[in-house]
Nanobody, 125 residues
Framework: QLQIEDSGGGSVHPGGSLRLSCEAS????????VAWFRQAPGKGQQGISW????????EYIKAVKGRFTISRDTAKNKVYLQMNGLKPEDTGVYHC??????????????????WGQGTQVTVSS
């Protein structure tokens, strides 16, 4: 079995927090760069954060900078996305994606080799 699985989504009020998890099966996720994408209702995939293999470098889009933190737990073969100060515009289906050999722009979804099934995040009052 070679796959990654997303979890941790849910419904929160504005200002709330969630932690998403991306867990690999059948391979070491630490060997892959990992990005989180989200798809708002009626919209395409948007890359929101990225972490290098081994976790030495991270990237964020402006919309989530300072609110979201991407990190690794190598022992658990997981990547997390801690989301604080959630806003209604953060609502969408979140997917993690893994790239064995990063070469292009991390925001381009076609660069990735594995995709999680998606986990729903809803932020509403």
């Amino acid at each position: 079995q070679l796959q990654i699985e997303d979890s941790g989504g849910g419904s929160v009020h504005p200002g709330g927090s969630l932690r998403l998890s991306c867990e690999a099966s059948g391979f070491s996720l630490d060997d892959y760069a990992v990005a989180w994408f989200r798809q708002a209702p009626g919209k395409g995939q948007q890359g929101i954060s990225w972490i290098s293999s081994g976790g030495g470098r991270t990237e964020y889009i402006k919309a989530v900078k300072g609110r979201f933190t991407i990190s690794r737990d190598t022992a658990k073969n997981k990547v997390y996305l801690q989301m604080n100060g959630l806003k209604p515009e953060d609502t969408g289906v979140y997917h993690c994606a893994a790239d064995r050999d990063p070469r292009g722009h991390w925001e381009h979804q076609w660069e990735y080799d594995f995709w999680g099934q998606g986990t729903q995040v809803t932020v509403s009052s």
